[in-house]
């Protein structure tokens, strides 16, 4: 739920209002300040106020409270900015002038919090730091599935990929990688593997 909080002082009288994202008004879906009481939601006394003089509106799109100005020949300020046409977004800190009146935004406008789908970023295997120690056994990847070691599980008769590196590290005479490492490295010399050749492992040659 989405708050703005505004806070103003009219004939010596503190006045608070809170709008809420979905707050029921007289014009569905925004809030409307202005001395008139027959279209404003939030009533001012201060003649320097205009009859329907402001809206406040919560706008999805951009996750925070906007005001749009009603009264082109009076209009608002918003941090001593002139508010002529269009909208401004609205945030805690922010000085509302409507006429004389002087109006607090005060509540935080907590942002809304996107979780777009993390995208799947491609496993890669560390670089090496040291090629003695990791022979027989590929480095270890921080995350996933633990990799081949030290041959990689292969079943037969699968295709696998082919290390074009001749100084690869790999055990395995063929220098075989299993097919997962697609497009990533080979975990023995970190040799990219986008182009490796596979190989078609026969029966019986796991
Ligand atoms: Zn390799």
């Known amino acids: 739920m989405q708050e703005l909080t505004l806070k103003w002082t009219e004939s ?12 029921p008004s007289k014009h569905p879906g925004t809030v409307r300040l202005g001395r008139d ?3 404003c939601d939030i009533i001012f006394k201060d003649q320097t106020v205009s009859r329907l003089h402001v809206e406040i509106f919560y706008d999805r799109r951009r996750g925070s409270f906007c005001l749009r100005n ?13 508010v002529g046409s269009g909208e401004v977004t609205l945030s805690s ?8 009146i002087e109006i607090k935004v005060i509540a935080p406008v907590t942002p809304t919090i996107l979780h777009p789908p ?8 560390p670089v090496q ?16 599935p633990t990799p081949p070691s030290p041959l990689p599980v292969l079943s037969p008769n699968t295709y696998a990929l082919q290390c074009p590196n001749q100084q690869c590290k790999n055990p395995d005479a063929r220098r075989i990688v299993p097919y997962e490492y ?9 040799t990219d593997l986008a182009n490796a050749g596979s190989i078609l492992l ?3 040659s796991s």
Do not use: A, F, Y
Not at 12 to 23: A, G, K, M, N, P
Not at 93 to 100: D, R
Not at 130 to 143: F, V
């Open 12 to 23: 010596d009288l503190e006045r608070i209002e809170t709008i809420r994202e979905q707050q």
């Open 37 to 39: 009481p027959t279209t």
């Open 70 to 82: 009603l009264k082109p020949d009076n209009p608002p300020m918003v941090d001593e900015q002139i």
């Open 93 to 100: 800190g922010n000085i509302i002038h409507l006429g004389q």
């Open 118 to 125: 993390q995208p799947r970023t491609p496993r890669q295997p």
């Open 129 to 144: 730091q040291n090629i003695e120690s990791t022979i027989l056994r590929p480095p270890q990847r921080p995350s996933g």
């Open 182 to 190: 697609l497009g990533q490295t080979c975990p023995w010399c970190g």
């Open 202 to 204: 026969p029966r019986g």
